[in-house]
């Protein structure tokens, strides 16, 4: 039996849109450029959960947040990570709909992860890895280890597909067959 496990931005949602990023600096009352480079740079270690979201987002305005900032905050994140990439998610559901074995891997916090389980393409996916949930990151060798464990199979028998080379280099590196995403269409050729 063949998994396909696939990661999520980037592949199943398209990638954060700038003017979405815009907003969450702007709703709480911060400067985009320096807001965006506070978010990607402590990001590995929020995806981790070694931060929690009060942490992290002090840590992007640099100063103290308030719950209700870090609510709003969460809750635009999460959005601006829904959009989906319509011609995967049609794939994914023909997947579904033939029986394949489907999962999803990706590197997002835990309040992240629970946002995106609520989106109904999402939902769909029987097993889904975050990396909040696990403690562990792409590209590191642990976390494709212990989605094998979990799925009960030989890494040899997992397809797993990511925008990013270097996390297709990690699941290589763990035994599984790498598929780098560069759209639906080359996607379902190889897969075919």
Request: charged share 25%; hydrophobic share 45%.
């Amino acid at each position: 039996m063949t998994w396909i496990v696939f990661d999520y931005g980037g592949v199943l949602s398209l990638p954060q849109p700038d003017s979405d990023a815009e907003a969450m600096a702007r709703a709480v009352g911060a400067e985009p450029e320096p807001f965006m480079s506070r978010y990607w740079e402590r990001r590995l270690e929020f995806d981790a959960g070694a931060l929690t979201p009060h942490a992290y987002w002090a840590a992007v305005l640099d100063r103290p947040v308030t719950h209700a900032e870090v609510a709003r905050l969460v809750a635009m994140d999460v959005a601006s990570w829904a959009h989906p990439d319509e011609d995967t998610v049609e794939l994914l559901g023909e997947l579904l709909a033939a029986g394949r074995e489907v999962a999803l891997l990706s590197n997002a916090p835990v309040c992240v992860g629970e946002g995106l389980d609520q989106l109904p393409w999402i939902a769909a996916i029987g097993h889904r890895f975050y990396s909040g949930r696990l403690g562990l990151v792409k590209p590191g060798r642990e976390i494709y280890d212990e989605t094998a464990k979990a799925l009960g199979a030989d890494p040899a028998d997992i397809v797993f597909i990511d925008d990013r080379p270097e996390n297709v280099e990690g699941a290589e590196r763990a035994g599984m067959t790498g598929v780098l995403f560069t759209g639906a269409a080359g996607l379902r050729a190889v897969l075919s």
